[in-house]
């Protein structure tokens, strides 16, 4: 994904009923984009089918969102603030170290199996041209945070090597995480968390984490071939 767009002004917290009345229209806007999304594709957002689902016509529409840019942009917020919010309390709810970062990964499999619409917006270049502005990046560092933080315990508690917190272990666990998502969503989808076809090879694919990066290698093991013990 391409570096994030400069971010619009902030938005108050709406304080008056107008406001609050305005924030509940973008709110429906966005239900109908996503709706729109789910039905037609995500790189086939229609704003005139979006204004005509909430009762508006679309010049209306474009006083609470100036451009189809804009809507995914809000949506990508609301979706990475969601991803965020689902990861800290898997993690808070989980024991410290290894725990903290399975429960990281089953929390981000499950939004990706409820959400795979928002899915394809967030961590693929399923909108040819879009990047998300600062604003709305800013809950994607804020969830990278947390992970990186998981990790960084398993660390120190002895269940990972120190390389496992490098930016390429890092990435490496995502990748588990997201093969196993990318199989569910082309070959089983619309099959809940419960029942899908290839859900069961998340566990097995994080103990062979757990197992590459085993704690008792030497300090200067380097996992990753032509680059130095900090994996960078």
């Known amino acids: 994904m391409a570096s994030p767009r400069k971010a619009p002004a902030p938005q108050p917290a709406p304080s008056t009923p107008r406001e609050r009345r305005r924030a509940q229209t973008r709110d429906e806007i966005l239900d109908a984009a996503l709706a729109v999304m789910t039905e037609q594709g995500v790189a086939a957002l229609n704003l005139t089918d979006v204004a005509r689902r909430v009762g508006l016509r679309q010049p209306s529409l474009y006083q609470y969102f100036d451009s189809r840019t804009a809507v995914y942009d809000a949506l990508f917020e609301r979706g990475m603030r969601t991803h965020h919010d689902l990861l800290a309390a898997a993690i808070g709810a989980a024991d410290e170290g290894w725990p903290g970062v399975r429960a990281a990964a089953w929390a981000t499999l499950r939004f990706t199996v409820d ?4 899915t394809q917006l967030l961590f693929t270049p399923a909108v040819p041209g879009f990047t998300p502005s600062e604003q709305a990046y800013a809950p994607s560092l804020r969830a990278n945070e947390l992970l990186h933080g998981a990790i960084t315990s398993a660390v120190r508690h002895h269940h990972l090597h120190p390389t496992a917190a490098t930016d390429r272990g890092m990435a490496l666990f995502i990748a588990l ?3 196993v998502s990318a199989q569910q969503q082309a070959n089983d989808p619309g099959t809940g968390i419960e029942e899908g076809r290839y859900i069961p090879l998340l566990d097995p694919a ?9 704690p008792t290698r030497p300090t200067d093991w380097t996992p990753w071939p032509g680059a130095g013990a900090t994996g960078v």
């Open 115 to 118: 959400q795979p619409v928002l």
């Open 177 to 179: 995480i997201a093969g």
């Open 206 to 214: 994080l103990d062979m984490y757990l197992g590459y990066f085993e």
